[in-house]
């Protein structure tokens, strides 16, 4: 993967990350997954994003370089994971929000649970990190250098096969059409309005 690729708006590189593959190396294994499901966040003009206040600790890998992965948890609850993109010292990322297991799917069963079924094992943005064992110990590797971490080329993904819609339970800035996700692929998350997202103007 060439860093080139990713020093774009999120909402240009959102859709060219779908079909790469991201693979998390850790004492119990490697598990890759193709990703299947991602969504753009910018910075200072995007209200749902977590840069939409400015520079803070907590976001401060989301100001670049382009290539590095940002980790944040959820609700308290689940790791998320997003790949950092445009210019250096704006903020920019695309969230990843589901995937296709397709190495060490036995290790992601096991972090996911036995009966978990196959197209659920990295659907939805924490599941996708329990599956890899992302946690806050990867915020910042480098994906492109480093070794824990790796993003790569996979499967080139044809145009028509990709779609674009509103982003998943934000309750701010929720009607962007700043998802993209591949049709009809059993491993991409449902669409859920927040409840706490207001109705356009007018509505």
Request: charged share 20%; with cysteine.
């Amino acid at each position: 993967m060439n860093v080139d690729l990713l020093a774009h708006p999120a909402e240009e590189v959102a859709p060219r990350l779908l079909g790469t593959v991201l693979t998390c190396k850790t004492s119990e294994g490697a598990v890759s997954v193709a990703i299947t499901e991602t969504e753009a966040y910018s910075g200072a003009a995007d209200p749902a994003s977590h840069a939409y206040r400015g520079q803070t600790p907590r976001n401060a890998v989301m100001f670049g370089p382009a290539g590095h992965l940002y980790v944040y948890r959820s609700h308290g609850l689940h790791w998320c994971a997003n790949v950092v993109t445009g210019t250096d010292g704006i903020a920019s990322a695309v969230l990843i929000r589901a995937g296709r297991v397709i190495e060490g799917e036995d290790l992601a069963r096991k972090r996911r649970g036995e009966k978990v079924e196959s197209p659920r094992l990295a659907r939805g943005p924490g599941n996708f990190c329990q599956s890899l064992g992302i946690t806050a110990e990867h915020n910042g590797v480098d994906l492109l250098t480093g070794t824990s971490v790796v993003l790569s080329e996979g499967e080139p993904v044809p145009a028509v096969l990709i779609r674009v819609g509103p982003r998943v339970g934000v309750s701010k800035a929720h009607d962007w059409q700043h998802r993209f996700y591949l049709a009809g692929d059993p491993t991409v998350s449902a669409y859920r309005l927040s409840p706490r997202a207001k109705p356009p103007a007018g509505a």
